[in-house]
């Protein structure tokens, strides 16, 4: 009884942080219709940028702060710099299906080239802002730690940031309306291309948080995010690349499952069973979890 | 004349679409545009929202060029298009649709008095004030569509086909609702409808398209009573 | 027909001489040439027909690879047994993942692919048969005698990789220019209506799975060849990432482009090592320089010629014509 509910807490923690990661490629989704695998890239230079300044201020949430803002930044300049010269360069023929995805991937290499070239491939560590010590209940010592806590609040304390800026704001009606109907929105007077950068923006900062927040306890290198963007793209898909609700509730769920493969069965089937958590749910939904009615296929 | 389109021409790709069209419609009147499927009605709009960009002639609103220029901006000198078919978000709610009309002029007393007057105008809006737009019949969306089209204050108001797939009262009701509107807000207006002879009775100037191109110009009244017209788009 | 196999037949003819003449290093990067030419046409079939983007084709030549192996290893089977196995086994995965996948579209599909070439290479740690992470010998064995003493182990695998690879393209061509590619490209361009002619795009994306993945595991037994190994190591996810980047530089459904995309694949990380050497070395160059260059070029080339380079030249006889 004591690791399941052990087992399900160290998952919410896991969970959470993936779920800024679904949030963020959702958010960029939604409002480009491209999946940025680039994400991950800026993610990981905005850690990087948050670990210098968390290093020689040995303050966290100062790192912290940087990486939202580098985040941010770098999320605008690549909607601006690359992404509107993408869809000028418009693609026909059998090269359409394949073109935004490799172009994104392109990216990722290229800030992680630049990233190493820059930094180095050593791993490098922050350090952590709360004790990674498990809690002591009594005599008993659970794996479920101080910071693990941290991470769950502050991934909370976001989500409703966001939610209250896209459900209260005229900003979060216009990214809203700019995602679901770009032409609509546009007719409505709302200047859709500058809509979409600002969605791309906060995306950026929500990934420079995950990644600051993964980094709180495991070590930075170039390749350090990959799993984070791995798990956060299957956890979108679980969700349903359409709802951002979904995204967090798929993530959820993944960061949970995994979890509980990682204490009852075993290391090495961590991925396969990512693997097979998504197999499962899109042999049920295709569209993921909180797709409505009708399956578009093809 | 605040609207002035002179030999105005649109391609989509190849193949022309609006063939040097020339429409000049005074203020505060309603023009009705009718023609078959396909002559360019549709284009024409799409054209004048900035949402096309011609490939010739020019386009004067209030004496200023308007070609090409986005169709965010146009907005903000106070033309307003309500596209054919879906011209509502179903995933927001009904104010929140009305709200994204007023959005980009940042006031949100403002905003909130013109609600209340859309709301007004459309009393079943009121109603349904807080559902989300896909739970609306086709009439009610139609309402909305027009209701977020007045909430940027518009100028001139840019209407495609809103009396498709509406029953017949309920086109009626609309129909007046626009001419009152019209008269009202002194609103000038451009209907393009397949429902000629609806679109004819509520308007003060008729314009007849096809393939493109413009075959006949006059007071809506004398159309109605032209035989050509009468026998090719009013069915008798 | 015939002369396409006398095409083949001269160029194998052709490569072989050429293989005569060069140095060690470059017939060992033949072969990885010839390795990546089939590991690229799966891509070209996959993607480029079909129309559907895998991010895991490195998984499923794991698969090939160990198939591979262990029927070398433990079944005592003659070398090209063990390749004809490779590829039965991992078209019957690529059956499997195929009808898993076919209800799915863009996104989906791409992500389910990356957790498979995230996940399926695991695999090998967790079950002490499949070698954990040191891996497994391949050894296809030294050259035959007769071929004399000067006959290097290179060679050898030059020749095989070579061979299997003239087949390989041989084969993949005529599926592609018969009506399966046809009804591939239909698929792709507009699954509906296909549907509407009577296609059963299910099946055909299945199908075009199920050759895919067997391209893909004969190209991973023939990695495993030439390295004599396998284990996950040699098939991780920058491998796929570079599949599906070699495949876009060469032009995404161009058979023949494969071969440019293969040389581009293998001169990269020699290029950036001149490069990096010339520039002062250092091990931050030495590491990170090959990906700075190949993601620019990945860049450049999905902007401005998205369908190859071939795309463009046609493009512009067009013009002049």
Redesign the interface.
């Known amino acids: 009884m004591q690791k399941l509910l052990e087992t399900f807490l160290i998952g919410l923690s896991t969970g959470s942080i993936y779920a800024l990661m679904s949030l963020a490629l959702v958010l960029v ?1 939604r409002s480009t219709r491209v ?1 940025n695998f680039a994400q991950a890239g800026q993610a990981m230079l905005s850690t990087y940028i948050g670990f210098e300044i968390a290093s020689r201020s040995e303050v966290f949430w100062l790192g912290l702060l940087f990486a939202i803002a580098a985040g941010a930044l770098l999320g605008a300049g690549v909607d601006f710099f690359f992404m509107r ?2 869809f000028k ?1 418009a ?1 026909s ?7 935004p ?3 994104t ?6 800030i ?3 990233v ?2 820059t930094w ?2 050593e791993f490098k560590s922050i350090k952590s802002p709360a004790s990674t010590d498990g809690f002591t209940i009594g005599e008993t010592t659970i794996p479920f730690s101080a910071l693990n806590l941290l991470i769950i609040v502050t991934v909370f304390v976001i989500l409703i940031a966001l939610a209250i800026i896209f459900q209260r704001t ?1 900003l979060g ?2 990214l ?2 700019s995602a ?2 770009p ?10 291309a500058r809509t979409r950068t600002i969605g791309w923006a906060i995306a950026g900062g929500v990934g420079g948080v995950a990644g600051m927040l993964v980094t709180s306890f495991n070590f930075l290198s ?1 390749y350090s995010l ?2 984070l963007l ?1 798990f956060g ?2 956890a ?2 679980i969700g349903g ?1 359409e709802s951002m609700v979904g995204s967090v509730v798929g993530a959820l769920i993944l960061g949970i499952a995994l979890t509980f493969i990682l204490n009852y069965v ?1 290391t ?8 097979v958590v ?2 499962v749910v ?2 049920v939904k ?3 979890i909180m797709a409505r009615g009708k ?4 | 004349m605040s609207l002035n389109v002179s030999n105005l021409t649109v391609h989509h790709g190849a193949i022309c679409a609006i063939n040097q069209v020339s429409i000049a419609v005074p203020t505060g009147k309603l023009a009705a545009i009718i023609g078959a499927n396909g002559a360019g009605k549709t284009t024409l709009l799409r054209t004048l929202s900035g949402l096309k960009h011609p490939t010739n002639g020019s386009i004067m609103w209030k004496g200023e060029k308007i070609a090409g220029i986005k169709p965010e901006a146009l907005v903000r000198r106070g033309i307003s298009h309500v596209s054919e078919g879906k011209s509502v978000i179903p995933e927001l709610t009904v104010r929140e649709n009305l709200e994204l009309g007023a959005v980009w002029r940042r006031n949100a007393k403002e905003s909130k008095e013109s609600i209340d007057q859309v709301v007004s105008i459309f009393p079943r809006l009121g109603e349904r004030i807080q559902q989300r737009a896909d739970t609306l019949s086709g009439g009610e969306r139609q309402m909305l569509s027009i209701g977020r089209a007045i909430m940027a204050k518009p100028q001139l108001l840019l209407l495609d086909e809103p009396s498709l797939g509406l029953a017949p009262l309920v086109v009626e009701q609309i129909f007046q609702t626009i001419r009152d509107l019209t008269t009202a807000m002194n609103l000038t207006v451009l209907l393009v409808e397949q429902n000629a002879m609806g679109a004819l009775k509520i308007a003060d100037l008729g314009i007849v398209l096809n393939l493109g191109k413009v075959v006949a110009i006059n007071h809506a009244q004398a159309l109605i009573d032209d035989p050509a017209v009468r026998a090719a788009y009013l069915g008798y | 027909m015939g002369k396409k196999i006398t095409f083949f037949i001269i160029l194998g003819w052709v490569l072989l001489l050429i293989g005569d003449r060069v140095d060690e290093l470059r017939v060992y990067q033949g072969a990885q040439i010839a390795m990546y030419t089939i590991a690229l046409a799966s891509i070209v079939l996959l993607t480029g027909y079909s129309g559907q983007v895998s991010l895991g084709n490195g998984a499923m030549m794991a698969v090939g690879g160990y198939a591979a192996a262990l029927t070398l290893n433990n079944l005592g089977s003659p070398v090209w047994f063990a390749f004809v196995m490779a590829v039965v086994v991992s078209a019957l995965f690529g059956a499997f993942l195929g009808a898993a996948a076919a209800r799915l579209s863009g996104p989906y599909l791409a992500g389910t692919t990356l957790a498979l070439a995230v996940g399926l290479p695991e695999i090998a740690n967790q079950f002490a048969f499949l070698g954990g992470v040191p891996g497994i010998l391949f050894d296809v064995g030294l050259p035959p005698a007769r071929f004399g003493e000067e006959f290097t182990q290179y060679k050898w695998f030059f020749w095989i990789a070579t061979f299997i690879a003239l087949i390989a393209l041989f084969i993949t061509s005529n599926i592609l220019q018969s009506r399966y590619g046809r009804t591939w490209r239909a698929i792709r361009s507009n699954s509906l209506a296909a549907e509407l002619s009577g296609v059963h795009s299910g099946r055909m994306k299945i199908l075009a799975f199920t050759i895919s993945s067997a391209l893909a595991g004969l190209a991973g037994a023939v990695l495993a060849m030439t390295i004599s190994l396998v284990a996950p190591g040699a098939y991780t996810l920058a491998l796929s990432f570079a599949l599906v980047t070699g495949a876009v530089l060469a032009g995404v459904s161009s058979l023949p482009g494969v071969v440019f995309g293969a040389l581009i694949l293998v001169a990269i990380p020699e290029v950036a090592d001149v490069l990096a050497n010339r520039w002062g070395g250092g091990e931050n160059l030495n590491n990170y320089l090959p990906g700075l260059i190949v993601s620019v070029l990945l860049i450049l080339s999905v902007i401005f010629t998205p369908n190859g380079p071939g795309e463009n030249l046609r493009k512009h006889h067009h013009k002049k014509m």
């Open positions: 989704w999946v010269v993408l360069h693609v023929g059998p090269a359409a299906v394949v073109a995805v490799i172009a991937l392109g990216l990722l290499g290229l992680r080239s630049i190493g070239l180095g491939g005229n009606l216009s809203r309306a679901y109907a032409e609509i929105a546009q007719l409505a007077g709302i200047r859709t170039p990959d799993l791995v793209f299957i979108a898909v690349l075993g090495s089937l961590v991925f396969i069973g990512g693997f998504l197999i899109l042999l295709p569209d993921g399956v578009r296929r093809g």
